[in-house]
């Protein structure tokens, strides 16, 4: 559960396999399987960020799912704080969930339409925590303030807000019981670049205090940049980089990131005209029928013989930092003992 | 786009209200913008300015009640669609304009295939056959960059990921070439390669059909790469108006001053905090009296407490509604 330099491993992902049946056919048989998550592998440290990243449909949600366990595993294990979630009861299961919460994506397909946002932040706490009325509306306020929701707002219903003030509740939901590991997938889409900043903040001021633990699933690369310490990027059911924040920005290994920190629009349309960026063209593949060899083949700008035939495997290539990539060989620590 | 162009749509004095059990909410406020044919008018503004309210308003997608829309006019060629009937601002909204909305979810139906709501429009409005029609529903996801187009027809909403139905939404708004499209933070759950895609696509459909299109989003990276021109929401009310080059390099309300001061990059430096607009929102209980933004400007003076400012004109197709002057740091002569 410790690494070599004594930071806690509070959630450890083995080989972690999420795939989906397809059916077809009059007789609805099973032809075969999305695979949405296939054989991805990590850790997360206690009180760290770790940034989930990489092209829509890769199978960032899914990951975020399983680790919760919210769908039953295809293959792998996750371990957080040392047991393997896979071997809990449900009763254990109930005792948990408040440690660890998810922020989701679609927050409207997530809030209750019939309760008002008093009820729904109020919800968790009247499952789990014994407060009284006045404590609990005193918590609710307080969770309002914290994700910038007028408290005036406490008595309406989902469908009155906005866009962006509906994101908001599901944050202060998933706050009320001063989770552990919260998994945030994309928390601050729906948001204007004020509040991202503003809930950006408050997720670091309550790891600061608290010593939260995040897993932040994002498309924005640069809010990634801000808030993680260390990023993975996923392609197609598999992380192909995992390195620290500063390696993956300044130098990024695997062509798939560098053509994805390449396409990032710039913000000021005097820059935007020069930029350089690297177009992937290629067929994007389908998780159901991913190709032969490295999953990247297809688009890849640095493409090789070998990488139709095998699959590259995930290795460390520098000290704290592991890619899945041909272009790449293994680091040998004997040269840094010998340095 | 032509300069001095006839617009394809013109909103004036729009003011839309919701009657709530807590009393009124005043979404929008006197919102007046016109849009030329084969450009893309980008929107921004806070959460909860009334972007998506405004855009919904125009084509008479609120529920009435709770939404009132008290004032204004929507001029769609030679239609006020303020005044049209349900059957025709139907049609209108089917073919003619097209629209994505901000939440996937709760406009794609979970009980129909993703292929079944894409062929609907097209059948309807375009008079396709069956086979046609899932011809051209194939392609259509083909162009919005979803792989094993074919199959993936017969998946339901669920099936797929958050990117992925917010694609399919763009799919079916631009299903029957409409005219006019009105994008509601279209691409926000898409990363940045598939959004270049997107975006690519769309200046295409610009360029070749003289697509206009309202494009709302929170991303000022995208703004900056593919509006012409800009306005600017805040408290229900456009608070500033300008070309996009104008708008990035003279800004002139505090809003989008502080707003273009908040956003962080992936190049360059990286601060340790990120800037926020320090403050609440206003209420918007009730038709505003003075400058909506005064609690947290911090060029606020006397008058702003007393009068909602206009938008004064304060360059060449550029306005701005404020009191302050930037380049004298007095009071605007207005
Ligand atoms: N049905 C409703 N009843 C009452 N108030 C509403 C209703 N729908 C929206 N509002 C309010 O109207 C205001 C404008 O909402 P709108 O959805 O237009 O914001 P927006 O600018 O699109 O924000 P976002 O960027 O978060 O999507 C908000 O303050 C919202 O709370
Ligand atoms: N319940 C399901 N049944 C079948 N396929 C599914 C299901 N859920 C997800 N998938 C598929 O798994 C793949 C990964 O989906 P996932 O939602 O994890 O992607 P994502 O990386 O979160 O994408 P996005 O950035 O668009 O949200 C997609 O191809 C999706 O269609
Ligand atoms: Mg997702
Ligand atoms: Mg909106």
Same mark, same amino acid.
């Given at each position: ?5 004594g ?8 080989n972690?396999k ?7 056919g009059?007789?609805r ?5 999305v695979k949405?998550?296939?054989g ?14 990489g092209?829509s449909?890769c199978?960032k949600?899914t990951?975020?799912r399983a ?14 704080d040392g047991t ?9 299961l109930?005792?948990v969930?408040?440690t660890?919460q ?6 409207q397909?997530?809030l209750n339409?019939?309760?008002t ?12 925590? %014994? ?13 309002m303030d914290?994700?910038g929701?007028n408290r ?7 469908h009155?807000?906005?866009g962006? !003030?509906r994101?908001r *509740? ?8 001063n989770?552990?590991? *919260?998994v945030?997938?994309e928390p *601050?889409a729906a948001?204007?670049?004020?509040i991202?900043a ?5 997720l670091e001021d ?5 010593g939260l633990?995040y ?10 940049r ?13 992380v192909?980089e995992l390195a620290?924040r500063? !390696? ?7 062509? +798939?990131?560098q ?7 710039e913000p000021?349309p ?7 960026? *690297?177009i ?20 890849c700008?640095?493409?090789m ?9 995930? %290795? ?7 890619v ?6 293994? +680091? !040998?620590?004997?040269?840094e003992?010998?340095? | 786009m032509?300069?001095?162009?006839l ?9 839309t209200v919701?009657?709530?059990r807590q &009393? ?6 006197? #919102?007046s ?7 893309l008018?980008?929107v ?5 300015s009334g972007?998506s ?7 008479g ?5 709770p939404?009132?829309v008290?004032?204004?006019?929507v001029?769609f ?6 005044q ?7 049609s ?6 097209g629209f994505?909305?901000?939440?996937p979810?709760t406009s794609?139906?979970?009980v ?11 059948r ?25 187009a074919?199959?993936r ?8 990921s958050?990117?992925m ?5 763009i799919a ?15 691409t926000?759950?898409l ?10 696509l ?7 059909? &003289?697509m206009a299109?309202v494009?709302?989003t929170h991303?000022?990276? #995208?703004?900056?790469?593919?509006a ?11 608070v ?8 990035f ?6 809003y ?17 905090r990120?800037r926020?607009?320090? &403050? ?8 505003p ?5 005064r609690?947290?400007?911090?060029h606020?003076?006397?008058r702003?407490?007393r ?6 004109a304060v ?13 004298t ?6």
């Amino acid at each position: 559960m410790f690494d070599a330099g004594g930071k806690k491993k509070l959630v450890e992902v083995t080989n972690l396999k999420m795939h989906f049946p397809i059916f077809g056919g009059i007789m609805r048989r099973h032809v075969g399987d999305v695979k949405a998550v296939d054989g991805v592998s990590f850790d997360i440290y206690e009180g760290e960020t770790l940034g989930l990243v990489g092209e829509s449909g890769c199978g960032k949600s899914t990951c975020g799912r399983a680790i919760l366990r919210l769908y039953e595993l295809t293959d792998g294990s996750v371990r957080i704080d040392g047991t393997d979630i896979a071997s809990w009861s449900p009763e254990e299961l109930r005792q948990v969930r408040p440690t660890m919460q998810m922020v989701f994506q679609d927050p409207q397909a997530s809030l209750n339409p019939r309760m008002t946002v008093a009820a729904i932040i109020g919800e968790p706490l009247d499952e789990h925590a %014994k407060s009284s009325k006045a404590e609990r509306l005193d918590r609710i306020y307080e969770l309002m303030d914290a994700v910038g929701l007028n408290r005036d707002f406490a008595n309406r219903y989902p469908h009155e807000f906005s866009g962006g !003030q509906r994101q908001r *509740i599901g944050i202060a939901r998933a706050l009320a019981l001063n989770p552990k590991f *919260i998994v945030c997938d994309e928390p *601050i889409a729906a948001l204007d670049v004020s509040i991202q900043a503003q809930v950006v903040n408050l997720l670091e001021d309550l790891q600061d205090k608290l010593g939260l633990t995040y897993l932040f699933i994002s498309h924005d690369l640069s809010m990634v940049r801000h808030i993680a310490d260390r990023v993975a990027v996923m392609y197609l059911g598999k992380v192909v980089e995992l390195a620290s924040r500063d !390696q993956l920005y300044n130098d990024p290994k695997h062509p +798939y990131t560098q053509a994805l920190l390449s396409a990032v629009p710039e913000p000021d349309p005097a820059i935007e005209d020069t930029g350089e960026r *690297i177009i992937l063209t290629g067929d994007v593949p389908s998780p159901a029928n991913p190709p032969k060899g490295c999953n990247f083949c297809t688009r890849c700008p640095k493409v090789m013989d070998i990488c139709r035939r095998e699959d590259p495997v995930f %290795k460390t290539v520098e000290k704290g930092r592991q890619v899945a990539c041909h272009l790449y060989e293994a +680091y !040998q620590p004997a040269e840094e003992t010998a340095a | 786009m032509p300069d001095g162009a006839l617009p394809v749509l013109e909103v004036k004095n729009l003011k839309t209200v919701f009657r709530t059990r807590q &009393g009124e909410v005043h979404a929008v406020n006197s #919102v007046s913008f016109d849009l030329k044919p084969g450009e893309l008018l980008g929107v921004v503004g806070e959460s909860g300015s009334g972007k998506s309210v405004t855009m919904m308003s125009l084509i008479g997608l609120l529920p009435s009640p709770p939404a009132e829309v008290r004032n204004g006019q929507v001029l769609f060629g030679d239609r006020d669609l303020l005044q049209a009937d349900d059957d025709t601002l139907r049609s209108i909204r089917g073919a003619r304009i097209g629209f994505i909305f901000q939440d996937p979810m709760t406009s794609l139906n979970p009980v129909f295939t993703v292929g079944f709501q894409l062929m609907e429009p097209l059948r309807k409005h375009m008079g396709m056959s069956k086979a046609q029609a899932r011809k051209r529903a194939k392609e259509l996801l083909e162009l919005v960059g979803i792989p094993d187009a074919a199959q993936r027809l017969k998946d339901f909403p669920h099936q797929f990921s958050g990117g992925m139905r917010q694609r399919v939404m763009i799919a079916i708004a631009l299903a029957c070439d409409p005219q006019v499209l009105i994008a509601d933070e279209p691409t926000t759950a898409l990363d940045v390669t598939i959004q270049a895609q997107i975006l690519e696509l769309v200046k295409e459909l610009r360029q070749k059909l &003289g697509m206009a299109i309202v494009w709302i989003t929170h991303d000022l990276g #995208v703004i900056a790469g593919i509006a012409d021109r800009v306005i600017v929401m805040y408290g229900g009310q456009i608070v500033e108006h300008a070309p996009v080059r104008e708008l990035f390099g003279n800004p002139q309300h505090p809003y989008t001053r502080a707003l273009l001061q908040t956003i962080p990059t992936v190049h360059g430096g990286r601060a340790e905090r990120l800037r926020v607009i320090d &403050g609440q929102p206003p209420m918007l209980g009730a038709q505003p009296a003075a400058c909506p933004f005064r609690a947290r400007c911090t060029h606020r003076m006397d008058r702003c407490n007393r009068e909602n400012p206009m938008r004064v004109a304060v360059g060449p197709d550029h306005d701005a509604a404020c009191f302050w002057h930037p380049e004298t740091g007095g009071e605007r002569d207005v």
